[in-house]
């Protein structure tokens, strides 16, 4: 939906009207083209969306407006449950009964509970994050209950962010919504310079990629051990390609519109531990995580820390984290693995606390660091993209024992004869891109900005004939994004 | 001696570091060893220094060490004397 020639536009005319309005109006004109953008994917998402947000608004006033503590904390109960209720109806209840109806197999019973056709609302598992923020700040006073119904609304259902996020936070987002903007020349540039690297990762790497990562994966036992292994490392760069570009894309158009969304990504590859991987990966999801589960939990423990109150504390945020990205055996244990591995390295710095050296590691050290991290990150995407659990063991064991030798299946479309070639190259071009923007601490938009007139338009004019000529338009639907599944 | 001060004290016990200096718009960012688990027990020394004890809903509004700074002179001013 996003990385498309029609959202593109859509957005190109909210701009104009935007611009064109005056200051006090601009709330409105987002707000429809906000509920006129999510109605063009299903109305009836629009009534879900709208529902959750008049709940919320309403609760948020009153846990403001109450003295009593008591009565504040019901109603915050209420409204977290509540939402919650309506994600999991959502997204959950299939899996859910499905589950039971293998137990029910397992005990041999004949009759089945009949599966509902339950409609997915795209987005929900954002905006429900993000009204639960509201709700927790409010009661914790950390942002103001909004007197305004049609500028919460529109904080909960602004078009950029909408779908998958990055997740904000009421006190960050709202007052943006009245800052007095005008239009600037500068912003214009620096957006859409930032929204061409977006279509660049999305279309000319991680959709190219997708193709052969979805060939594998479809059916593993058609591939031998080398091939998964490559599939499995491909699929690490296409889940960080296509991530990372929605939110180039959606953080360029609201800068634009002079409206400042929070990074959600700050080089996550080169992550020197699991946990450093969760502090650049997924940010605002990461960020939501620790304030409203993982401290409460810790702060609530304080008097009697042992080390097994510390590894339940991670496991939990991370099962938490695994259901929330899919309601499916393999995102529980993909949670599970991420989980454990910081429940090691905690426990590894908790021996190692006091002996912490402050100098810097030798860069060999660190390059090792990154290697593993990556590795274990890898690891656990098999089980984050794997059709089902046995698969994911399938594919692991085959990894491991260097099976399946004799399958013949081919990863790459021979009748295209530089696939593989253009492929690898383009890869290089990102892996080039990606450690110059780490080492030198500045983005590649913002270096394409700075650079002088003439080489400025001649880099975008590259980037745009690359995407044009190297995007991938087949097959695929490339308006569809990894994370708008969950 | 002023809270901030006092504090002081605690982040230097807490983290083990004699040359920390606290200042109001100071995060987890500046202090290398200050994660979610330190946080917890940052907190509880805080609460066991100035003997006072913080609820949940209080610690999950701390941006930084300036609102612990003003959380903890509101609940030092409640304190029964």
Not at chain 1, 139 to 151: I, Q, R
Not at chain 1, 168 to 194: C, M, W
Not at chain 1, 298 to 315: H, Y
């Amino acid at each position: 939906m996003i990385a498309s020639l029609h959202f593109f536009l859509f957005f190109l005319l909210t701009l104009g009207v935007y611009y064109a309005l005056p200051h006090r109006w601009r709330w409105l004109w987002l707000l429809i083209m906000s509920y006129v953008f999510y109605g063009s994917l299903s109305v009836k998402y629009t009534v879900v969306l709208f529902t959750m947000t008049l709940i919320s608004y309403g609760l948020a006033r009153l846990i403001e407006a109450q003295q009593d503590i008591e009565k504040k904390k019901l109603y915050l109960r209420l409204g977290i449950i509540l939402s919650f209720v309506t994600l999991g109806i959502f997204k959950y209840t299939g899996f859910f009964l499905s589950s039971v109806n293998d137990v029910l197999d397992r005990l041999g019973a004949n009759s089945h509970i009949p599966l509902p056709d339950i409609w997915f609302p795209i987005g929900i598992s954002f905006f429900t994050l993000q009204i639960v923020s509201y709700i927790m700040d409010v009661y914790t006073e950390a942002a103001e209950a909004e007197p305004h119904l049609g500028k919460y609304a529109l904080y909960v259902a602004f078009f950029p962010q909408l779908l998958i996020g990055p997740i904000e936070r009421a006190s960050h987002l709202l007052p943006q919504f009245t800052n007095k903007v005008t239009f600037d020349y500068q912003l214009l540039v620096e957006g859409l310079i930032r929204i061409g690297w977006g279509f660049w990762k999305k279309l000319v790497i991680a959709d190219r990629l997708a193709i052969v990562v979805d060939r594998a994966f479809s059916d593993p036992s058609a591939f031998s051990a080398d091939k998964l292994a490559l599939a499995t490392l491909l699929y690490s760069i296409q889940i960080y390609a296509d991530f990372s570009a929605y939110c180039d894309i959606v953080i360029g158009m609201a800068h634009i519109l002079g409206i400042k969304l929070t990074e959600n990504f700050n080089h996550p590859y080169f992550a020197t531990s699991p946990i450093d991987f969760w502090r650049r990966w997924h940010i605002t999801l990461g960020n939501w995580l620790r304030d409203y589960i993982f401290r409460p939990l810790n702060f609530a423990a304080r008097r009697n820390f042992t080390l097994w109150i510390q590894t339940r504390n991670v496991l939990l945020v991370f099962l938490f984290s695994g259901l929330w990205h899919g309601a499916a055996w393999t995102f529980i244990i993909w949670g599970i693995l991420h989980g454990g591995y910081q429940a090691v390295e905690l426990a590894l710095q908790r021996r190692a606390r006091n002996k912490k050296s402050k100098s810097k590691p030798a860069w060999w050290k660190t390059a090792f660091s990154i290697s593993v991290t990556f590795g274990l990150v890898t690891f656990a995407w098999i089980f984050f993209r794997a059709e089902s659990v046995n698969d994911a063991f399938y594919i692991i064991k085959t990894i491991f024992t260097w099976g399946n030798a004799s399958a013949g299946g081919s990863l790459w479309d021979f009748t295209s004869a530089f696939e593989r070639q253009v492929v690898f190259l383009l890869i290089m071009i990102l892996l080039v891109i990606e450690i110059a923007q780490y080492l030198s601490k500045k983005p590649v938009w913002e270096f394409i900005h700075r650079t002088p007139l003439t080489a400025r338009w001649t880099m975008c004019l590259i980037l745009i004939y690359s995407v044009i000529v190297f995007g991938y338009y087949g097959e695929v639907d490339p308006t569809a994004f990894i994370y708008a599944g969950f | 001696m002023s809270v901030k001060d006092e504090l002081n004290l605690v982040f230097r016990e807490v983290f083990k570091d004699d040359s920390i200096e606290v200042f109001r718009e100071m995060t987890e960012i500046d202090i290398d060893m200050w994660d979610s688990f330190s946080h917890a027990t940052l907190l509880m020394s805080v609460e066991d220094h100035f003997d006072i004890s913080f609820a949940s809903r209080e610690i999950m509004n701390l941006p930084n060490v300036g609102a612990l700074m003003d959380l903890i002179e509101r609940k030092l001013a409640e304190k029964p004397r």
